[in-house]
């Protein structure tokens, strides 16, 4: 029983000293974003904080988790922090590359709903979100995932600005957004990170995504790209095939039961764009 109790904890000093040699250059690989060096050392601790297991995660849990006074000093940092967080994005996404790399890795992309209470937040609206499990109030962020056999991160996101936030000037101003921040669809948001990961040269082959994502544009700039894909379309998407044109949903009725079309997916509400239709 002892030589398994001094096994187990070797293995977790082992595995805590892995963590901290990752994130220590997860932290270096970011430094030069904060030119103070206070920014510096709050970004580390709020991140620090976000990886705690900890039921809610805001500024007031974070700072009790970190043993600060009050959440304002992390809460100055988010608003007014001095800190470049468009690079900080991309050195984040050429380390998780780094650490993950595979030539076939597949970015997936996917949006998320974060429920508020009041549509003050930029961008909150009612909304549909998968996580909420129907319409409700909330932000919604596009999001794009790094995946590989040697596991997953998030590498890019952006903000859903919903149209009637996007042309209400007086709530513009008053929430700080950017003028260069304009309405975008889900689809072009996709668009925007697939063409910074290409940009970045990350090692990665494949995209992929569900039906919100199927869009005629984001394919084209995927194969603009030189991005394999596979994505979901809508169940009444049109496409020709050597039969003639059909829906996604007429093409699963005719799609004989066998390898690669089982009944399963022969009712399936939706279908998967190929890598060189239109």
């Given at each position: 029983?002892?030589?398994?109790?001094?096994?187990?904890?070797?293995?977790?000093?082992?595995?805590?000293?892995?963590?901290?040699?990752?994130?220590?250059?997860?932290?270096?690989?970011?430094?030069?974003?904060?030119?103070?060096?206070?920014?510096?050392?709050?970004?580390?601790?709020?991140?620090?904080?976000?990886?705690?297991?900890?039921e809610?995660?805001?500024?007031?849990?974070?700072?009790?988790?970190?043993?600060?006074?009050?959440?304002?000093?992390?809460?100055?940092?988010?608003?007014?922090?001095?800190?470049?967080?468009?690079?900080?994005?991309?050195?984040?996404?050429?380390?998780?590359?780094?650490?993950?790399?595979?030539?076939?890795?597949?970015?997936?992309?996917?949006?998320?709903?974060?429920?508020?209470?009041s549509?003050?937040?930029?961008?909150?609206?009612?909304?549909?979100?998968?996580?909420?499990?129907?319409?409700?109030?909330?932000?919604?962020?596009?999001?794009?995932?790094?995946?590989?056999?040697?596991?997953?991160?998030?590498?890019d996101?952006?903000?859903?600005?919903?149209?009637?936030?996007?042309?209400?000037e007086e709530?513009?101003?008053?929430?700080?957004?950017?003028?260069?921040?304009?309405?975008?669809?889900?689809?072009?948001?996709?668009?925007?990170?697939?063409?910074?990961?290409?940009?970045?040269?990350?090692?990665?082959?494949?995209?992929?995504?569900?039906?919100?994502?199927?869009?005629?544009?984001?394919?084209?700039?995927?194969?603009?790209?030189?991005?394999?894909?596979?994505?979901?379309?809508?169940?009444?998407?049109?496409?020709?095939?050597?039969?003639?044109?059909?829906?996604?949903?007429?093409?699963?009725?005719?799609?004989?039961?066998?390898?690669?079309?089982?009944?399963?997916?022969?009712?399936?509400?939706?279908?998967?764009?190929?890598?060189?239709?239109?």
């Amino acid at each position: 029983m002892k030589t398994i109790k001094n096994q187990v904890a070797v293995e977790a000093t082992i595995a805590e000293r892995a963590w901290k040699a990752a994130f220590g250059s997860l932290m270096a690989a970011v430094a030069v974003c904060f030119p103070r060096r206070d920014s510096r050392m709050l970004g580390r601790a709020m991140t620090q904080g976000m990886l705690m297991e900890l039921e809610r995660r805001n500024c007031w849990t974070l700072a009790e988790a970190l043993g600060h006074d009050g959440p304002h000093r992390l809460q100055h940092f988010l608003s007014r922090g001095a800190w470049n967080h468009d690079l900080a994005r991309d050195r984040l996404a050429v380390w998780v590359a780094a650490e993950l790399a595979y030539n076939e890795a597949v970015l997936i992309v996917d949006e998320t709903g974060d429920e508020k209470s009041s549509t003050d937040c930029v961008g909150a609206s009612h909304q549909y979100s998968g996580a909420l499990g129907g319409v409700g109030l909330c932000q919604i962020a596009v999001h794009l995932t790094y995946a590989s056999p040697h596991g997953h991160a998030l590498i890019d996101r952006e903000l859903y600005l919903p149209a009637a936030w996007a042309e209400d000037e007086e709530r513009r101003l008053l929430r700080h957004v950017p003028d260069e921040v304009t309405f975008a669809t889900k689809p072009q948001l996709a668009a925007a990170m697939l063409h910074r990961a290409r940009q970045l040269t990350l090692p990665a082959r494949w995209f992929t995504g569900d039906e919100v994502y199927g869009s005629l544009e984001l394919r084209r700039t995927a194969r603009t790209l030189g991005f394999d894909y596979a994505l979901a379309v809508k169940a009444d998407h049109r496409a020709s095939t050597a039969a003639g044109r059909f829906s996604a949903t007429e093409r699963r009725r005719r799609c004989r039961p066998g390898p690669g079309c089982d009944d399963a997916r022969a009712t399936a509400p939706r279908a998967t764009a190929t890598t060189t239709g239109p």
